[in-house]
C-alpha cells in the first residue's frame, strides 16, 4: 500500500517553535512518525564556556522563555555541588518559590494551549487570563514576569519583600479558585472525555523504556519527581510537612497526562503557601568564594520533567565543559510509542501533551549541499576515533587503537 | 428585475454585506467571552478587501480550473441561497412548487465545491480537509433531509411560501414538541455546514493549518470567505423560516421581532461553537449518523402524530 507523508512543520500554527514532523499516514491513521529538530540551535553549552561562573546563570535562563528558571536553578545546584556548599534557608525557600510560581504558570499556559489544540479556545483564553494573576505575583516578587534572574551559586539573587509574598498569597488564591473551576467544568465535560480518554497512550513499560520524566512519565504510572527521589533545597521538608504531593496516575492517555498537570498546579499552590508561611529570615545568600578544580552535577524538577546540568572546572573563573539535558530531549521519543495507530486529529493533541519545548531540546543539525542530516551514533564513534588518531600522530606515539580496529 | 433580485436585494450585495456583519457579530461575542476587546465592526469588510487585494498563489500540484472555479461556483451557489431565501420571505407567492429541494440542493453546492477545491490543489494538508469535509457532508445530510422532510409533511407544501403559509394560519412549527426536537437536529446540522466548532474538523487550523483552505489565498480565499459568510447569514434565516414563522416585514414590530429572533439564533451558534471543543470527524459522522438521526427519526414519529 501507497503510504501518504503528512508534513507538519517548521512552520504550523500547532508549534510555537520551530520543528519538523513527518506523519506517514494511511487514510486518517498514523502509521509512523518522524520528527526533526535542529532549526534553532543556538550553541549555548559552547557560549557557557566563554563566561563566568556568575555569568552562565543569565545565560541558561534564556535557553526557554518557560523555564527561565529551572535551567538556572539546575546549574547553580551543578556549582553548589562541586563547591560543597549549601544555600543559607532563606535561599533555599525563595528559589523554591520562584520554581513553583513557575510550574504554576507553565502548566496554566500548556491547559489553555491544549484547549487551543482541541478547537475549545475559550479555555485558552481563560486558563491565560487566570496565569496573568500569577505572572504579576512573579513580577513583584522578581521584577520580570519571566526570566526572573533569582538563582545565584549559594544562594538567591535577591531578597524577597514581605509586600510581594502578601500579594503571591492572593494571587495563589485566585490562581487555586481557577484551577479547581477547570478542574470541574473541563475534566467533567463529556466531550472532552470523548476527545481526550483512551488517546495517545503511553504505558508504564513503553514510558520507562524510552526514559520519559515529569508529568509525561507520571501520568503513565511511574512515580519520579526529583523534588522527592532526591530532595534539594526546601523540597525535602516541605514534602516531610506533608505540604504536597507526587501526583501519578495510571492510564496514560492524554487525558491523564491534562489531569494530572492541573492537579499538580494545586500541589504547587499548596506548596507556594507553605513556603511562604515557613519562609525563615536571615541571610538568603552566601558568597561562594573560588571555584575549585572538579565537577559537579545539579537536577531541578522542571514543569516539563527533570532537567538536568553538568559543569566542569579546572580551577578558573569559566567552567570548561557544561552540559544541559533539558527533559523534552527524553519525553520526544515517545511519540514513536504514543502515536502510531492514531487518528491525524489526536495525534495533533499527543504532540501537545508531554508539553513539548523544542528549544531547550536543540541539537546540531548538520546541513550540507542543502540536505539536512544528522550524525547517528556510528558517525561519532568515526569522528571520535579520528581525533583520537590524529591527538596520536601529533604527540607521535604508538596507536592504542590500532590494535581494535 | 431577476437581476437586481441576485445581484442587489436579498442576493449578493444585501447577503454580503449582512454575512459579513454577522460575521463580525459572532466574532466579538466570541471575544467577549474569551475577556478579550474584539473587533471593531468593519474588521469583517477590512478583511475581505484585503484578501481580494492580494496574489492568488497557485500550487504546483493544483488542477487549476477546479483549483479556481469551485470559490466562484461555491459563492454564486450561496447567493442564490440567500435569494431564494429572501424572495421567499419577501412574499410567499414568490416560490415555485419544489423550491425547498432545489434550495436544499445549492445548500450543499458550497460545501461540495470546498471538496473539489481542496481536492484540486493537491497538497495532503488539502487532502485530508477535503475527504473530512466529505464524511462530515455525508454525515449531516442525513438528519438535515430527514428534518426537512417532516416539515414537508406538516405544512404539507413542497415550497418555502407554503410552509410560510402554513405556519401563518397554524402558528410556528417550533412550538410543537417535534418542532423543538427537530430545531436542535437543524441546528446542529447549521453548526456543521458552517464548520464551526465542534464541526470543524476540516479546516481544524491546529491540526492541518486550515485544511481545506490549506492552498486558497487572495481573491479565491475571500470567495470562500464570503460564500460562508453568506451562509452564515442565510442559515439562520433559513431555520426561522422553516421553524419560526420566518421573517415578516409587516409593520416595524415584525422587523424587530425578525431581527430578535436572528440575533438569538447566531448568538446561540456563536455559544455552542464557544462552549465546545473540536470533535474528531468520525465522532462527528457517529454522532449524526447516531444521536441526530435517531432525534429527527422521532421528531418525525412524533410530527406524524400531529405532536
Redesign the interface.
Known amino acids: 500500500m501507497k503510504k501518504?507523508?503528512?508534513?507538519?512543520g517548521p512552520f504550523?500554527?500547532?508549534l510555537e517553535e520551530p520543528e519538523f514532523f513527518t506523519f506517514h499516514?494511511d487514510?486518517?491513521t498514523v502509521v509512523d512518525v518522524d520528527l526533526r529538530i535542529g532549526y534553532n540551535h543556538r550553541g549555548h553549552e559552547k557560549l557557557a564556556t566563554g563566561l563566568t561562573w556568575d555569568q552562565v546563570p543569565f545565560l541558561v535562563e534564556r535557553i526557554c522563555g518557560i523555564c527561565s528558571t529551572s535551567h538556572p536553578y539546575a546549574y547553580v545546584l551543578a556549582v553548589e555541588d562541586l563547591l560543597g556548599i549549601k544555600a543559607p534557608p532563606r535561599g533555599q525557600f525563595i528559589r523554591a518559590l520562584i520554581g513553583e510560581m513557575e510550574r504554576i504558570h507553565s502548566h496554566l499556559l500548556w491547559l489553555g494551549l491544549a484547549?487551543?489544540?482541541?478547537?475549545?479556545?475559550?479555555?485558552?483564553?481563560?486558563a491565560w487570563?487566570y496565569r496573568e494573576e500569577i505572572l504579576d505575583a512573579c513580577e513583584l516578587l522578581s521584577g520580570n514576569r519571566n526570566h526572573y534572574a533569582m538563582n545565584r551559586v549559594g544562594g538567591a539573587r535577591r531578597d524577597v519583600s514581605q509586600k510581594a509574598l502578601d500579594f503571591t498569597m492572593n494571587a495563589l488564591d485566585v490562581a487555586e479558585k481557577a484551577t479547581k473551576m477547570f478542574l470541574g467544568a473541563v475534566a467533567d465535560?463529556p466531550?472532552?472525555h470523548?476527545?481526550l480518554k483512551g488517546v495517545g497512550i503511553l504505558t508504564k513499560e513503553d514510558a520507562i523504556a524510552y526514559g520519559a520524566t515529569g508529568p509525561t512519565s507520571r501520568p503513565s504510572g511511574v512515580p519520579f519527581d526529583v523534588r522527592v527521589d532526591d530532595p534539594y533545597d526546601a523540597y525535602g521538608p516541605s514534602y516531610t510537612a506533608g505540604a504536597w504531593k507526587v501526583i501519578v496516575t495510571e492510564n496514560g492517555d492524554v487525558f491523564d497526562k491534562m489531569v494530572c498537570r492541573v492537579l499538580e498546579t494545586l500541589e504547587s499552590i499548596y506548596l507556594c503557601r507553605w513556603l511562604i508561611e515557613n519562609m525563615p529570615d536571615g541571610d538568603f545568600q552566601v558568597i561562594p568564594g573560588n571555584i575549585p578544580e572538579g565537577e559537579g552535577c545539579g537536577h531541578h524538577e522542571a514543569p516539563r520533567g527533570e532537567v538536568f546540568h553538568y559543569v566542569r572546572s579546572d580551577g578558573s573563573n569559566k567552567p570548561i565543559r557544561h552540559k544541559v539535558r533539558a527533559p523534552t530531549f527524553v519525553n520526544l521519543p515517545t511519540y514513536k510509542a504514543s502515536c502510531p495507530g492514531e487518528?491525524?486529529?489526536?495525534?495533533?493533541l499527543i504532540t501537545a501533551s508531554i508539553d513539548p519545548c523544542y528549544c531547550c531540546t536543540e541539537r546540531v543539525g548538520v546541513v550540507a549541499d542543502g540536505r539536512h542530516s544528522s550524525l547517528t551514533q556510528d558517525d561519532l564513534v568515526k569522528l571520535s576515533v579520528e581525533r583520537t588518531l590524529e591527538i596520536e600522530k601529533k604527540m607521535g606515539v604508538k596507536s592504542v587503537l590500532s590494535k581494535f580496529r | 428585475m431577476q437581476v437586481f433580485y441576485y445581484l442587489i436585494f436579498p442576493g449578493f450585495l444585501f447577503a454580503a454585506v449582512a454575512g459579513l456583519l454577522t460575521t463580525w457579530f459572532d466574532r466579538k461575542v466570541?471575544a467577549r467571552?474569551?475577556?478579550?476587546v474584539g473587533p471593531p465592526w468593519f474588521q469583517s469588510f477590512a478583511d475581505f478587501f484585503k484578501l481580494m487585494g492580494k496574489e492568488v498563489i497557485l500550487p504546483e500540484n493544483a488542477k487549476k480550473t477546479g483549483f479556481l472555479l469551485a470559490p466562484i461556483v461555491a459563492l454564486a451557489a450561496s447567493v442564490l441561497v440567500a435569494t431564494i431565501l429572501g424572495l421567499s420571505n419577501w412574499s410567499y407567492d414568490n416560490g415555485f412548487v419544489g423550491d425547498i429541494i432545489v434550495f436544499w440542493y445549492f445548500l450543499a453546492v458550497p460545501s461540495i465545491m470546498i471538496i473539489l477545491g481542496a481536492g484540486a490543489a493537491g497538497s495532503?494538508?488539502s487532502?485530508?480537509g477535503s475527504?473530512?469535509e466529505m464524511k462530515l457532508l455525508l454525515g449531516y445530510e442525513v438528519p438535515f433531509v430527514i428534518v426537512i422532510t417532516m416539515i414537508i409533511f406538516k405544512a404539507g407544501s413542497l415550497s418555502l411560501g407554503g410552509i410560510l403559509e402554513y405556519q401563518l394560519a397554524h402558528g410556528p412549527i417550533l412550538y410543537s414538541l417535534s418542532g423543538v426536537i427537530a430545531f436542535i437536529v437543524a441546528l446542529l446540522c447549521v453548526q456543521a455546514k458552517l464548520g464551526l466548532?465542534?464541526f470543524?474538523?476540516p479546516e481544524?487550523?491546529?491540526?492541518?493549518?486550515g485544511g481545506a483552505f490549506y492552498d486558497y489565498s487572495g481573491a479565491a480565499l475571500a470567495g470562500f470567505k464570503l460564500s460562508k459568510a453568506i451562509l452564515f447569514y442565510s442559515l439562520p434565516i433559513f431555520l426561522i423560516t422553516l421553524f419560526w414563522g420566518g421573517v415578516r416585514i409587516d409593520g416595524g414590530i415584525g422587523i424587530l421581532w425578525a431581527l430578535l429572533k436572528y440575533i438569538l439564533i447566531v448568538a446561540l451558534i456563536t455559544v455552542i461553537r464557544?462552549?465546545?471543543?473540536?470533535?474528531?470527524?468520525?465522532?462527528a459522522v457517529k454522532f449524526f449518523w447516531g444521536w441526530m438521526t435517531i432525534l429527527s427519526v422521532i421528531a418525525f414519529i412524533l410530527s406524524v402524530n400531529g405532536l
Do not use: C
Request: charged share 20%.
Open positions: 501518504t507523508t503528512l508534513p507538519i504550523h500554527p500547532l499516514i487514510g486518517e484547549g487551543h489544540f482541541i478547537g475549545y479556545n475559550t479555555v485558552w483564553m481563560w487570563r465535560d466531550v472532552i470523548k476527545r487518528q491525524i486529529a489526536d495525534v495533533a | 466570541t467571552v474569551h475577556y478579550r495532503p494538508l487532502a485530508v475527504s473530512r466548532v465542534p470543524d474538523a481544524a487550523e491546529t491540526e492541518l493549518g464557544n462552549t465546545n471543543p473540536r470533535l474528531r470527524i468520525d465522532q
